[in-house]
């Protein structure tokens, strides 16, 4: 019976027409329209929707009840889509009746802003033709205020210019400055109509006016000055002249106050010209007095001659500096051999203390606005610096000169005092240093100073130079001469008088006797004071060096700028690094030179008859007394230059260490116990030399890791020597592959040495070079 129906639903179903929607479709219409009807599944079967209601032959009783439920569903869902379709057919007919009253309304819309547009256009029009009409009234005001204006200034021109030929007749010059002054700025309006007659015919009158004024106002100022009539001076016309002439072309009031100025300085150039005995420096102060003087009664008898603004008496004193400066020019070129510093200096004194006294009196005005002033830019500093000054410019090779010869001297003095002076105290930060080196930069720096207040061009770099000479003779006369010279003679003899008594040593009495034999083999060294003097003038080095940097960058900034790429000192700072090297090089070579016999005698033990292994060897002992005794002197005495205190002990390092090597290769033959005994004795070295910067310091501080990266290095290979020396040499490939493992960085060299430190016979050398050419191959 299921079958059946099967069968039966099947062939509904290929009559039905099936609608699928994609994922994404079917995704959005869950959530619009949720629903749980197996009915609205997108995977709907059919078959199953049926046996689900019928799952049992006896559910088939209620078929006519499901069947009916069915139909009213199927009515109700018509009746939903009839309901749908009739709500569309009514809005579509809403929106074509909204879309109808729309456009009826944008239709009237366009018919209002039309007939704005119309409205706006018309009054548009209206306006210009307002407008028209207040252009042209507007343009015939103007023309016609132009033409009253124009018609006043010819009335004004007219009565003017005989007005003006009138009172100039009378000498009138109180009445003039006033309708001169309109006139010359009625003339400006009339430049455009200098084609018509009558008016070019005014201009020329106008001109005419000007010139005769000039002539006539210089003519009386002469006559007022002339040496006839030099007690009655008509104060009060020449006064009102000078109005007049302040309104003239700019050239009539130059010309004029250059006659005048001239006239004033008359006495001057007749009293000081260079035949006069107040002409020379020595006399210069009178100049100066002279002009002070002469200044006073000016000011006094004519003061108040001149307007205020003309700045009278500052034109005459530029005037009297200017003449002065191409005097004293000429003279001092005439006679250069009696000038001495001396001299030169005290002329160079009063004449800055006068332009010092100009500068507060006048405002330098006339030096800024004289077109004819040769005066440069003083970049802010005052006009009046340098006026007469910089005639004595070319004469400061004299200054440059004593100053050489002040520094010579000074030189050989501390050269002297060098043999009896003690080094300065020692401060907080700074180290104790010859006492000379700061006395040096004293004279430097007011050296620089006075050069700075004389000139900041040549003669600036001519001092540079001067100070260039006696940096590098400090270097060498109070520096390099004076480090303490190393004795190598005695360190030679003592050598050869240890080994000889090493040879007549028995191998039982080696360890008992090593101590005396030391003593016996001890060279001469620095005592504690020559190795503090060679600390001291390595930290006097090292201040002059920064001191050098200091004197570099203050002359740049002094010199012109022009001129501050020249300033060069590196060149004296170097000498001042090559003497640090070369203390750092003597201590290094004290210190070598003490340990060189106990390195000797190591290298002369008779270490192929040690049986037994012991303490640290005497050799050991020797050299860490030496270095107990030597590096703490220098440490305190280099306390404020730790870093040249860490590069005396690398460099200690880097030469020490490799000696030590080469002596180990001297130490043939060697048995096991030797190369052990040897071995205990180099680690209990390299434990010395790692805390070598604060050996027997109270205060444990930490190596630079520099030195102790040299130490390590070299030590490390020391010991690695000897740990192939204990290797046997059977087999041959063992031995060598322990060999490259220990010493990778070693060569042929090294190799040779080795073998011969263990008594390999030429035959068997050469059997193990090949294995150990091949092996590197």
Known sequence: MEGALEEDVLDED??????????????????????????????????????????????????????????????????????????????????????????????????????????????????????????????????LTLAITTLNHLHMLVGGVDTLKSLTLRRLYGEIALPLQAISEVMTHF????????????????????????????????????????????NKQLAQACLVVSILEPKVKRDLLKWFVNLQLQEYNHLFQETEDTAWLDKIDKRYAWIKRHLLEFEDRLGNLFPQSWEVSERIAV?????????????????????????????IQKTSTFENLLARRFTGVTLRDDDTSAEPDLGGKSPFSGLIGDCFIPHLEIYIESIDRNLSDLIERFVQDSKQTQPTEATDTQAPILPSCPDLFVFYKKSMIQCTQLDKGQSMLSLTKTFQKYLHEYSEKLLQNNLPKIETQSLGTSVQLLTRDLQKMSTSGLIQNFSSLLKEGEITRFNKDELAKICC?????????????QLSDKLKEKIEQALAERIDLSKEQDNFHKVISNCILILVQDLENACEPALTAMSKIQWQNVDTVGDQSSYITAIT?????????????????????????????????????????????????????????????????LNLPSISSQINRQAPASYTKVVTKGMTKAEMILKVVMTPVDPSKAFIEQYRKLLPECQLNDFYKILDMKSVKRQEQAVLVDVFKAYKA
């Open 14 to 143: 290929n009559q039905d027409l099936f609608i699928n929607f994609t994922p994404e479709v079917q995704k959005a219409i869950d959530e619009v329209l949720p629903s749980k009807d197996p009915l609205d599944e997108p995977d709907f079967n059919s078959i199953d929707y049926i046996n689900s209601l019928f799952p049992t032959e006896q559910s088939l009783s209620n078929i006519d009840e499901v069947v009916a439920k069915m139909e009213n569903k199927i009515h109700s869902i018509d009746n939903e889509i009839s309901t749908v379709v009739r709500g569309q057919i009514t809005a579509s007919q809403d929106g074509r009746q909204a879309l109808d009253e729309a456009q009826k309304v944008i239709k009237q819309l366009f018919q209002h802003i039309k007939n704005i547009k119309e409205k706006a256009e018309k009054s548009e029009e209206m306006v210009r033709e307002i407008t028209r009409d207040i252009k042209q009234l507007d343009c015939a005001k103007r023309n």
């Open 191 to 234: 430049e455009n109509y200098s084609d018509i007659p009558q008016i070019k015919s005014l201009s020329d009158q106008v001109k005419s006016i000007h010139v005769e004024l000039a002539e006539q106002i210089t003519h009386d100022f002469k006559e007022a000055f002339s040496g006839t009539n030099k007690t009655s001076i008509p």
């Open 319 to 347: 005037q009297f500096c200017r003449n002065t400066r191409d005097e004293l020019s000429k003279i001092m070129l005439k006679r250069k051999s009696e000038i001495d510093v001396k001299l030169l200096l005290y002329a």
């Open 537 to 549: 003038i390595l930290s006097t080095a090292e201040y002059c060096l920064e001191t050098t940097q």
């Open 625 to 689: 007394t030496h270095l107990k005794t030597t590096i703490p002197i220098i440490r305190d005495n280099l306390s404020h230059s730790r870093k040249y205190f860490t590069q005396f002990c690398i460099k200690f390092a880097n030469s020490f260490i490799p000696k030590f090597i080469q002596h180990i290769y001297k130490c043939k033959p060697i048995n096991t116990e030797g190369a052990e005994q040897l071995l205990l004795d180099t680690h209990m070295l390299k434990t010395i030399l």
